[in-house]
């Protein structure tokens, strides 16, 4: 079966950091490109950053300016985002999700269960 | 920027009823647009891509067409399964743009 489970989320002060990680399993981790999508308490979907199967090609939203980085480890099959000088607007469930693609083309056919980030002092 | 926007925000239906979101792009995005499905508490699922392509596993009463700027989403008979939130989104490959709708929320008439 397949399964992405995130981990990582917590309470964070504005301008600290905090790295979430996604753990895959149940499909071959490295045919697939990754992404890491974000939903603000009530409100609606956003993407945030993908990575192609070989970390050959990495996006991200232009809302972020630079302070979020992907990556991806193939030999533990897992993703992780780090997130730097985090704002309150960051607070959100982020998710995991898995591309149809080898490369980055935003399709999202599978999703993990979220890891929530606070951003509050 | 490519803008998404999808009505209606809302609608009441009943169990048995043809549904029908819409979905339209600032500009044209020739069928680089996918349906998602979220229930409450739940993560999205993808129903489907490419505008018009059914994702495995997905009961055939979803279906999805046009092309350029103005999308459809229809359930044909909608089930109790079915109340949720379904959002559209731009899969634009160059450059990347993955902007999802703003969503339009199904429940119980």
């Known amino acids: 079966e397949m399964q992405l489970v995130e981990s990582g989320g917590g309470l964070v002060q504005p301008g600290r950091s905090l790295r979430l990680s996604c753990a895959a399993s149940g499909f071959t981790f490295d045919d697939y490109a990754m992404h890491w999508v974000r939903q603000a308490p009530g409100k609606g979907l956003e993407w945030v950053s993908g990575i192609s199967w070989n970390s050959g090609t990495i996006g991200y939203a232009d809302s972020l300016k630079g302070r979020f980085t992907i990556s991806r480890d193939n030999a533990k099959n897992s993703l992780y985002l780090q997130m730097n000088s985090l704002r309150a607007e960051d607070t959100a469930l982020y998710y995991c999700?898995?591309?149809?693609?080898?490369?980055?083309?935003?399709?999202?056919?599978?999703w993990g269960q979220g890891t929530l980030v606070t951003v509050s002092s | 920027d490519i803008q998404m926007t999808q009505s209606p925000s809302s609608l009441s239906a009943s169990v048995g009823d043809r549904v029908t979101i819409t979905c339209r792009a600032s500009?044209?995005?020739?069928?680089?647009l996918n349906w998602y499905q979220q229930k409450p508490g739940k993560a999205p699922k993808l129903l489907i891509y490419?505008?018009?392509s059914l994702q495995t596993g997905v009961p055939s009463r979803f279906s999805g067409s046009g092309s350029g700027t103005d999308f459809t989403l229809t359930i044909s008979s909608l089930q109790p399964e079915d109340f949720a939130t379904y959002y559209c989104?731009?899969?634009?490959?160059?450059?990347?743009?993955?902007?999802f709708g703003p969503g339009t929320k199904v429940d119980i008439k």
């Open positions: 999700a898995k591309d149809r693609h080898i490369a980055v083309a935003g399709d999202f056919d599978y």
């Open positions: 490419a505008a018009s």
């Open positions: 500009q044209s995005i020739s069928s680089y």
């Open positions: 989104q731009l899969s634009y490959r160059t450059p990347r743009v993955f902007t």
